[in-house]
């Protein structure tokens, strides 16, 4: 896990999310890089100081030293500046408890550069220094406002909202506690994934979270379903409950999964979604809609098995657009030819229509 800082242009805003390194590691195309051994003992609340390793960047190679820090196992990152016009250079910001090893950091340095293809003079300055402890996860708690998107708004559990209630545009509250999960509702590929559940899901569809974190795209589908009032769609339900687990979720994170389940029940869905530990297999059910919002090269190995198991729709997300070609060309591969591209930020989803493709 690592918490990300981003200070974006209004004065005194900062737009803190918490990101799970195992979905944001923005590789290119399934590569890594080898990890290097630091030796670093956990933060605790006793240590009076952090170090901060400051690298001064040209903009477009911000993605390339955040995956840097974060193969260092940086605590925290912080971007300076991001969203402002017209900068010159940003000031991407790692937090450390032990300072690594000079030569380490440029190594991973300068492979990350390698991978993004940039060149070492996108790197401007590199220094040190050090600053007084802090409860990062109490300030993200004091910065993370609701979030709206779409029908939903995502909101943590101690904060209050105000809902149209409008029959027409009623607006859906998700209350999430992400503790140490990936899923806060402010990321744009949470985003896609929701307007994408909003536009094609339908409550009677049954429905599969691949790498669930939170809960929250399983949630929205539970929250969409409990708003069915027709005794039509009702009698389907029932009827479809009785066969299949309607709503299922995994993640390969065993504490992602807990506090899924508590999000679960936090949002009065708790008894409507099954919760286990793992991936898609082989002999997983096939569902009407499937959810996948993880990263390229994790997509790329198990894209035959998602179109499989996707009786109507698939989404995908947690890819960068310079990564759209490598799941596109797969999906052609596997004579997929229907899909819609969403683009929101350096981020996209794909939309896969199975439906037509059996028809």
């Not at 990936?182 to 559940?197: K, P, V, Y």
């Not at 009407?288 to 894209?303: E, G, K, R």
Request: aromatic share 6%; with cysteine; hydrophobic share 40%.
């Amino acid at each position: 896990m690592r918490l990300e800082i981003i200070a974006d242009a209004s004065p005194g805003c900062v737009d803190i999310r918490l990101l799970c390194r195992r979905r944001f590691g923005k590789l290119v195309c399934g590569e890594k890089l080898p990890r290097q051994s630091v030796n670093r003992k956990q933060m605790t609340k006793n240590q009076e100081n952090w170090f901060a390793l400051e690298i001064t960047i040209d903009p477009e190679a911000s993605e390339a030293v955040e995956f840097a820090l974060n193969e260092l196992d940086a605590l925290g990152t912080e971007i300076n500046n991001l969203g402002k016009k017209q900068i010159e250079t940003l000031c991407v910001v790692g937090y450390f408890n032990e300072k690594p090893d000079d030569k380490i950091v440029q190594i991973q340095i300068d492979e990350a550069l390698r991978i993004y293809n940039f060149k070492r003079d996108r790197i401007k300055d590199i220094s040190w220094r050090e600053i007084e402890n802090a409860d990062w996860l109490e300030e993200w708690k004091k910065h993370w406002r609701p979030t709206k998107t779409g029908k939903f708004i995502i909101a943590p559990t101690w904060t209050e909202v105000e809902t149209n209630e409008d029959p027409q545009n009623r607006e859906t509250v998700i209350r999430i506690d992400p503790e140490m999960a990936f899923g806060t509702g402010t990321h744009e590929t949470t985003r896609l994934c929701l307007l994408a559940i909003e536009e094609n899901y339908t409550g009677e569809m049954s429905f599969l979270d691949v790498g669930t974190g939170t809960g929250i795209l399983a949630i929205a589908a539970a929250k969409i379903r409990d708003e069915l009032q027709n005794p039509k769609s009702a009698a389907v339900l029932n009827d479809f409950a009785s066969t299949v687990h309607s709503i299922l979720a995994c993640d390969t994170d065993e504490n992602s999964i807990e506090i899924a389940r508590k999000n679960a029940t936090l949002n009065n869905v708790g008894e409507n979604i099954d919760f286990y530990v793992g991936s898609i297999q082989q002999n997983t059910s096939i569902f009407d809609f499937v959810c996948a919002n993880l990263t390229a090269d994790v997509i790329l190995p198990i894209l035959p098995l998602l179109v499989e198991k996707a009786r109507k729709k698939l989404v995908l997300s947690g890819i960068l657009k310079e990564q759209e070609s490598s799941i596109t060309e797969k999906l052609r591969e596997l004579k997929v030819s229907d899909f819609k591209i969403q683009i929101d930020g350096e981020w996209i989803s794909v939309l896969v229509d199975n439906e037509i493709m059996d028809s």
